[in-house]
């Protein structure tokens, strides 16, 4: 293994964005590798991945999954094949360019840098920096983390931000089986269980851009999930002792 870095992709429909966006990562200053993981789609994006892991054997990945599992599932199956192949740093990126490859270098110096957990590609961070979205879902989005920050009390502007950094070490110390979101609450979840374990998170201010090509895979069920799951989470986090797990960190 050349780099310490992978990138998880989770693709479902993405044949028109894979090439390109893969392309752009391997093209960036610093060395990552890749790990796409495709829920069967119906369009061929494995197909192209496995054709470009011919041009880069050693840092293209794939896991084909037999169907739609849910966005939270795909990042798990991604962690745990990361930490087996000992990567130092996990991020998790959409594939079809609202996550600029460009700012992939600052999250990763901002998590290993200042030794935290997890560092976020923030929208919020300093104002709105949100490119192309329709109001309403822009509304949504922005309620949303505020909305989190009140029930939660944890300070991060952007609580449901899907580009991200993560350490093995959090890695490791999180219970990968008992993330119980799957679609739009998994990155609260993710984000609540880092600061409840007491790791550092760090938000790196970034634009946003809305997908070019393309549909969204939001649906309002996904939302009504996160909705009422950041309560049930709250309420199941003061029944748990995460100070012994803030006391076995390394």
């Not at 996550?99 to 110096?109: Q, R, T």
């Not at 935290?116 to 920096?129: D, H, L, N, P």
């Not at 799957?182 to 809305?210: A, C, D, H, R, S």
Request: proline share 4%; aromatic share 12%.
């Amino acid at each position: 293994m050349a780099t310490d870095a992978l990138i998880i992709i989770p693709t479902y429909k993405e044949a028109d964005n894979i090439r390109n966006i893969i392309t752009a990562i391997f093209g960036l200053p610093k060395q990552f590798d890749i790990l796409v993981v495709d829920d069967n789609s119906p369009d061929e994006t494995a197909a192209i991945v496995r054709e470009l892991q011919t041009s880069y054997p050693n840092q293209l990945f794939l896991m084909e999954r037999p169907g739609k599992m849910g966005l939270g599932t795909a990042y798990i199956a991604g962690f745990k094949w990361a930490l087996q192949h000992q990567y130092q740093f996990v991020f998790e990126m959409d594939a079809d360019f609202s996550h600029n490859p460009n700012d992939l270098i600052p999250l990763y110096e901002a998590c290993r840098d200042n030794q935290a957990g997890m560092s976020i590609g923030s929208r919020y961070k300093k104002g709105v920096a949100i490119v192309n979205w329709p109001l309403g879902r822009l509304l949504m989005s922005y309620f949303a983390s505020l909305y989190v920050r009140l029930i939660t009390r944890m300070d991060i502007r952007d609580a449901t931000a899907g580009f991200v950094c993560l350490s093995r070490t959090l890695l490791e110390k999180l219970d990968l089986d008992k993330i119980r979101m799957k679609g739009y609450g998994f990155q609260i979840e993710m984000k609540f269980k880092t600061w409840k374990l007491g790791f550092p998170i760090v938000e790196v201010p970034v634009i946003f851009i809305n997908r070019e090509i393309g549909t969204s895979k939001m649906s309002g069920g996904i939302f009504s999930e996160a909705f009422m799951g950041v309560i049930r989470m709250k309420i199941s986090s003061l029944r748990r002792n995460y100070a012994k797990h803030i006391s076995n960190r390394p």
